[in-house]
T-cell receptor
C-alpha cells in the first residue's frame, strides 16, 4: 500500500529562520503536490511538481522533487507569521485514481 | 476560489440521522472526488466519479453512498450517523479521469458535526 510520510509533523519556528519539511513516498509516482490548509479551511494548492528534478518557488516557499529518492522537500526561507498553517504533500496512487496525503506538518511561526 | 462549490458549509445533526452533502465541480470538470478529513485518520479518499460513473472506491463505509448526476454535480449521502463520522468532507474535481495527468481542485469543505 502506498505510504506518504512527512516530517516533522510539528514545526515551531522563529520568524526569519529557515527550515525544510520532508515528504517521502513509496510509489513510483512522478507527480507530487504540496497544499496549504488554514484551520477549518480548504486545501490551497501551492505547487505541482511534475518530473524528477522539478523545482518551484513562490515567495518564501520552494519545493523540489527527487523521484529516484522518492523524496520531496518544501523549504521555507526567512519565515513570517503568515506562513503558519498545516502543509500537506500528496501523490497519486500510481493508477491515477486518487491522491494519497501525508499526515501534514503543522507550522507555527513565532514572532 | 477553486471553482468547486460545496453545500452546506456546516451541518450539525444527531446520531442515527442521514445527511446529504452536495458538490458542484468546476465548469468543464468531469471527475469528482470525495475525501474525509478527521483528526485521527487524516485525509482519506472515499470515492471518485467520472462523467456519472463510479471510477474508484477508497475507505468508504457501507453507510455512505455517493452519486454523480447528469449535470455532473455530486452528492455524498451519509446515513446512520455516528459520533465518529464528525469530520470535514471535501469534494475535489478535475478535467480528466487520471490524476497522473490532471490536477484536482478542492472545494471549501462541509464541516459535519454529529452530536
Amino acid at each position: 500500500e502506498l505510504k506518504v510520510e512527512q516530517n516533522p509533523l510539528f514545526l515551531s519556528m522563529q520568524e526569519g529562520k529557515n527550515y525544510t519539511i520532508y515528504c517521502n513516498y513509496s510509489t513510483t509516482s512522478d507527480r507530487l503536490y504540496w497544499y496549504r490548509q488554514d484551520p477549518g479551511k480548504s486545501l490551497e494548492s501551492l505547487f505541482v511538481l511534475l518530473s524528477n528534478g522539478a523545482v518551484k518557488q513562490e515567495g518564501r516557499l520552494m519545493a523540489s522533487l527527487d523521484t529516484k529518492a522518492r523524496l520531496s522537500t518544501l523549504h521555507i526561507t526567512a519565515a513570517v507569521h503568515d506562513l503558519s498553517a498545516t502543509y500537506f504533500c500528496a501523490v497519486d496512487d500510481g493508477y491515477g485514481n486518487k491522491l494519497v496525503f501525508g499526515a501534514g506538518t503543522i507550522l507555527r511561526v513565532k514572532s | 476560489d477553486s471553482g468547486v462549490t460545496q453545500t452546506p458549509k456546516h451541518l450539525i445533526t444527531a446520531t442515527g440521522q442521514r445527511v446529504t452533502l452536495r458538490c458542484s465541480p468546476r465548469s468543464g470538470d468531469l471527475s469528482v472526488y470525495w475525501y474525509q478529513q478527521s483528526l485521527d485518520q487524516g485525509l482519506q479518499f472515499l470515492i471518485q466519479y467520472y462523467n456519472g460513473e463510479e471510477r474508484a472506491k477508497g475507505n468508504i463505509l457501507e453507510r455512505f453512498s455517493a452519486q454523480q448526476f447528469p449535470d455532473l454535480h455530486s452528492e455524498l449521502n451519509l446515513s446512520s450517523l455516528e459520533l465518529g463520522d464528525s469530520a470535514l468532507y471535501f469534494c475535489a474535481s478535475s478535467v480528466g479521469v487520471n490524476l497522473r495527468y490532471t490536477e484536482a481542485f478542492f472545494g471549501q469543505g462541509t464541516r459535519l458535526t454529529v452530536v
